[in-house]
């Protein structure tokens, strides 16, 4: 095989949807277009830390993997929400290994070296008999990791800041025509989970994006649902379904979910939100909750997936929560359970596969792909 990322062996995807074939099969297993993902879309990236509400109060923490990086999400006395890289100053080691929890402040296991909330280093034996400056790599903070928030989503950076868009024009008007309208910012986690699947991170994105599927492998879940797709500037892409019960829901059951969560509004309050925060985060934001999967790559045929289900504040204080959300764990984890099912299927196939083609229903799809090839090979 010639290079594989020579423009030309990509010329049939980049045709018009309806004379345009699927990627080869190498960009869902060679490790080397892999490598140049991570450089060329992951890096470069914002991405999806979790909720502002996880951490409401100060000390307040949790913990997540991106890109093989261990980070630390905490709030601070000061009340501010900062990301640090989980790893001590001293020699490296775990500060907190918890999911979450609450801190008065981060104290590295190995030696004790102990930080505020804010990331400054307040002791550290074996360190008071030199000065700071004596010691090349010792007395530092924590690093920060850059960050912000939006509608109460957290964003962080791994990549080069200096070379890539802010926070506000990665998200475009997806702040604008998701976040805003759905009222994110009412959002409590309240059921989170992470693992691996052996199959392409793209597989699992493609499958979010297009609603051919979704009479066969969803056929007792969700079955036919019709969907249009939103303008979207930045990098997003999503579907729209439009209908008054919440698709989180089995369909003999939508008339018994949850109210509408307060203050929506547009089409916010008339149907379903399916948006792909590019590369890999997939969020759906519905009238009643929203949840996540969100797809990290850990080698060109596995992904890490952190799944994560949330509320309207106003519904879990609710007396009949605890009860009336099993039905909306129970409808969701099979939805995913299939999803993840199929794209391990598909990825079991793919080795010297020959190309297909996109559907009607999967305009989506052939959109998203050639987004992947304009940043990967240059648009």
Avoid at 139 to 144: D, F
């Amino acid at each position: 095989m010639s290079d594989i990322f020579d423009p030309a062996l990509y010329a049939a995807t980049r045709l018009p949807r309806e004379h345009a074939e699927t990627m080869p099969f190498w960009v869902y297993t060679d490790h080397a277009w892999f490598e140049r993902e991570i450089e060329t879309m992951f890096r470069p990236a914002w991405h999806f830390a979790g909720l502002a509400s996880s951490v409401g109060k100060a000390g307040d923490f949790f913990t997540l993997r991106l890109l093989g990086e261990s980070l630390l999400v905490v709030r601070g006395d000061d009340g501010e929400v900062r990301v640090f890289r989980n790893s001590c100053s001293h020699r490296g080691s775990l500060i907190l290994d918890q999911e979450a929890g609450n801190c008065r402040a981060l104290r590295c296991p190995y030696h004790s070296w102990t930080y505020s909330l804010e990331g400054v280093l307040k002791y550290a034996p074996g360190l008071d008999q030199y000065g700071r400056h004596e010691l090349p790599g010792l007395g530092k903070n924590l690093v920060r990791v850059p960050s912000g928030i939006r509608e109460g989503l957290i964003f962080v950076h791994l990549g080069d800041l200096a070379n890539s868009p802010t926070l506000d024009d990665y998200l475009g008007n997806f702040t604008s025509t998701v976040a805003v309208p759905h009222q994110t910012a009412q959002m409590i986690a309240v059921n989170q989970r992470e693992y691996v699947l052996d199959s392409n991170w793209k597989l699992y994105v493609e499958v979010d994006m297009e609603t051919l599927h979704t009479k066969h492998i969803h056929r007792s879940s969700i079955g036919a649902q019709p969907v249009t797709s939103p303008l979207s500037e930045g990098n997003w892409i999503g579907v729209y379904h439009e209908s008054e019960h919440t698709p989180a829901l089995h369909p003999s059951e939508r008339r018994t979910g949850f109210p509408h969560t307060r203050g929506l509004t547009g089409a916010a309050s008339r149907g379903t939100h399916f948006s792909i925060l590019l590369p890999g985060f997939f969020v759906v934001t519905a009238q009643d909750t929203m949840w996540w999967i969100h797809k990290i790559p850990e080698s060109a045929t596995r992904t890490r997936v952190r799944v994560g289900y949330s509320f309207p504040t106003s519904t879990t204080e609710r007396t009949d929560f605890d009860e009336l959300s099993k039905r909306y764990y129970k409808r969701l984890d099979q939805v995913i359970e299939e999803d993840d099912w199929i794209t391990e299927h598909q990825q079991k196939g793919l080795n010297s596969s020959a190309p297909g083609c996109y559907l009607p229903e999967e305009h989506v799809v052939h959109r998203l792909d050639n987004w992947i090839l304009d940043q990967v090979l240059g648009a």
